[in-house]
């Protein structure tokens, strides 16, 4: 699992850090079955704000919007691979879930925009930061 984060620190260490310094955060594990296999999620209660999952060299951040969410995200500055993904998620009567595959570092920002609409009901709003330097794991 590590040589696999290794692969994608750059993105990673960032997108965690974030997490960690704006939200009041628990990291845990959990297994998902077969189809998605284990995730690195991050909890507030029984509230996950976001789980990743690890590829072969990547991974995949979920995110779960509320109903009225998708509309307060498509009026962020996305990049057209995160539009067709928040427009072609499925809507479940919780809301939409985001499976978001980061490649790159315009993913990683709007990753973070998007954790911003989630956790909207949070009071304290931070500011996007993934073009800083990655720290350590």
């Keep these: 699992m ?36 284990w995730a690195l999620r991050f909890r507030n209660g029984g509230r996950v704000l976001a789980a990743f999952y690890l590829g072969t060299g990547s991974f995949t951040v979920q995110i779960s919007i509320g109903e009225a969410q998708p509309e307060e995200a498509l009026q962020l500055r996305l990049c057209a691979k995160m539009r067709g993904i928040l427009r072609n998620a499925r809507a479940f009567t919780e809301g939409r879930w ?40």
């Design 2 to 37: 590590l040589v696999s984060v290794r692969s994608k620190r750059p993105l990673w260490a960032p997108l965690t850090q974030f997490i960690e310094e704006n939200y009041r955060i628990k990291r845990d594990f959990a297994f998902y079955g077969k189809n998605y296999g």
């Design 98 to 137: 985001l499976f978001i595959p980061v490649e790159s570092d315009q993913d990683c920002r709007d990753v973070e925009h998007l954790l911003i609409v989630r956790a909207s009901s949070l009071k304290k709003k931070p500011r996007a930061q993934c073009s800083r330097a990655a720290g350590p794991l």
